[in-house]
Nanobody
Framework: LQLVESGGDLVQPGGSLRLSCTASGFTLDYYAIAWFRQAPGKEREGVSCITSSGGKTDYADSVKGRFTISRNYTKNMVYLEMNSLKPEDTAIYYC????????????????????WGQGTQVTVSS
């Protein structure tokens, strides 16, 4: 399972971005997916996750009300819509999937995920 992120860019504070995550040659339908981020000198942070059904989501307090995770089964995509971006959102963003499919819940702990993408850079700066 190879995950591929895209959509990272340089954006001004207050701006918006949509990150995308897809899998090469593999369907994401049966997997919970999470987004993580890592800024220089900081630990990897779980930003958001969504269950395989799409019925449950979770967000870090730092992004609640600003970020929205969603999935499109037809396109085999998981998205992270980011609004009202702040300089502290600057980081490399990764999507990840667990080794085990069809889990009823999702979590934002990195230890719960075995498949990772290569990351996409988000920079929020004026």
């Amino acid at each position: 399972l190879q995950l591929v992120e895209s959509g990272g860019d340089l954006v001004q504070p207050g701006g918006s971005l949509r990150l995308s995550c897809t899998a090469s040659g593999f369907t994401l339908d049966y997997y919970a997916i999470a987004w993580f981020r890592q800024a220089p000198g900081k630990e990897r942070e779980g930003v958001s996750c969504i269950t395989s059904s799409g019925g449950k989501t979770d967000y870090a307090d730092s992004v609640k009300g600003r970020f929205t995770i969603s999935r499109n089964y037809t396109k085999n995509m998981v998205y992270l819509e980011m609004n009202s971006l702040k300089p502290e959102d600057t980081a490399i963003y990764y999507c990840a999937a667990p080794f085990t499919s069809l889990q009823p819940m999702c979590n934002r702990a990195p230890s719960g995920y075995g498949y990772w993408g290569q990351g996409t850079q988000v920079t929020v700066s004026s």
